[in-house]
């Protein structure tokens, strides 16, 4: 697999971007609290009062070459007119935000769309006819979902094998570039139906069902999303990005786990997170024989965009008890909940962005040369 996401990079030679460490940067990140107004509060650490700001000075650095940071004006020029659309779970909304945030340093979007919980999104920037739209998919098969605006549910989401999830398929033929990823939510209790009947379920109480296991289930949508999208009569460029992991220690989100780290780890010292590298493998075979199905005349349009493990590298990156304003300050009461899966931003999930620009190649025209 490390041989294949090379292959389908283009215009960066022989380098494979996912393989590298962070060194340390002095230049610091690309926008700030100040500077852009699309960061929301469970993201914002700098606002929220997060004291250590040593996270924002670093940066990704390939073995063998470099990753030039994104570049706003290049990638809003070579995408005029353009659709891009970013379908999945709550990391896809902690993505776009730094899309956003590089992107409206050139030009600043009008918000044309959310649905009743802005978990739907789109954005417009009319001087370049760009629309980047956000599309709640957190399964990417179709899904009912009992869940009040607060997250509580009231019962075990539905899920449907073999259908997609009707929010990126009513929209599907006005994409032109789509970044798909999904995961978290499969370890959640669930039903599974085929054809509409319940054929198992994962951790329910309902012992005429068979258990589906997490694995079983995320590769199975998988299955099915690559299965759509190779089949398809449209053609979009699609990126899958790889698994995002979450870096609690002493516990989980639920029991008290924290994540206190300040700096990344170096290679190899992330330890064996052993799920983690579970849902990892996963993603690479079904992405693997997706592209096999693609076929070689659209050799290059599926691109893994393998951020997994310089994702992995980086402890140090998430929001933490700063997913909240002001986390220890005399106002606030009660039990702190840290955020050891989603991204402070700014912070390390930029370089996603960086990195989809490099992969971009010769769909974005050539940079002006400043050295010139
Ligand atoms: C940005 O964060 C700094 C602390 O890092 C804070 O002093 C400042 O008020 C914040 N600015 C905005 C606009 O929230
Ligand atoms: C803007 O882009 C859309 C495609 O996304 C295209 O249909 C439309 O004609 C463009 N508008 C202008 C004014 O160029
Ligand atoms: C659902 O229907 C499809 C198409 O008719 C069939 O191939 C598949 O085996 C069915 N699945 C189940 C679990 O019945
Ligand atoms: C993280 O910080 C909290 C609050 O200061 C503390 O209770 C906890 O033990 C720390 N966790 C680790 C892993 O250091």
């Known amino acids: 697999m490390m041989f294949l996401s090379f292959l389908f990079i283009t215009g960066v030679g022989r380098c494979d971007l996912f393989h590298g460490e962070w060194v340390p940067d002095s230049s610091g990140p690309a926008y700030n609290n100040a500077s852009c107004r699309f960061i929301e509060i469970p993201q914002n650490c700098m606002t929220n009062g997060r004291p250590d700001d040593g996270y924002l000075y670093w940066r990704w650095k390939p073995y063998g070459c470099d990753i030039v940071p994104f570049d706003g004006k290049t990638f809003l020029e070579g995408m005029r007119g353009k659709h891009w659309a970013l379908v999945g779970d709550l990391l896809l909304r902690n993505h776009v935000q730094s899309l956003l945030c590089l992107l409206s340093k050139v030009e600043v979007p009008t918000e044309v769309y959310h649905d009743r919980t802005y978990k739907s999104r789109r954005w417009h920037f009319p001087s370049h006819n760009f629309t980047l739209s956000l599309v709640w998919a957190p399964f990417l098969i179709k899904a009912d979902i009992f869940e009040d605006d607060n997250g509580v549910s009231s019962a075990a989401p539905q899920l449907h094998f073999g259908n997609l999830d009707t929010n990126w398929m009513s929209q599907w033929d006005s994409f032109d570039y789509v970044v798909i990823s999904t995961g978290q939510w499969f370890f959640k209790i669930a039903v599974y139906l085929e054809n509409g009947s319940a054929i198992g379920c994962h951790y329910c109480q309902d012992k005429n069902l068979r258990e589906i296991t997490t694995g079983d289930s995320f590769r199975r949508a998988l299955r099915d999303t690559f299965q759509f999208i190779t089949k398809s009569p449209h053609k979009p460029v699609v990126f899958y990005r790889t698994w995002s992991p979450s870096h609690f220690e002493n516990g989980e989100w639920s029991s008290g786990g924290t994540c206190n780290r ?111």
């Open 262 to 372: 300040t700096v990344p780890f170096k290679p190899r010292q992330s330890g064996d997170r052993a799920m983690d590298n579970f849902m990892w493998r996963i993603e690479r075979a079904e992405f693997a024989k997706a592209v096999a199905d693609d076929g070689a005349s659209n050799a290059g349009r599926l691109k893994l965009l393998d951020t997994f493990e310089l994702s992995l590298l980086r402890p140090d990156g998430h929001a933490g008890p700063y997913r909240a304003y002001d986390p220890f300050g005399k106002g606030s009461t009660g039990k702190i909940e840290y955020d050891c899966l989603g991204w402070c931003l700014p912070g390390p999930i930029d370089t996603w962005n960086d990195i989809i620009m490099q992969m971009l190649g010769n769909d974005l025209k050539p940079p002006p040369h400043p050295r010139a």
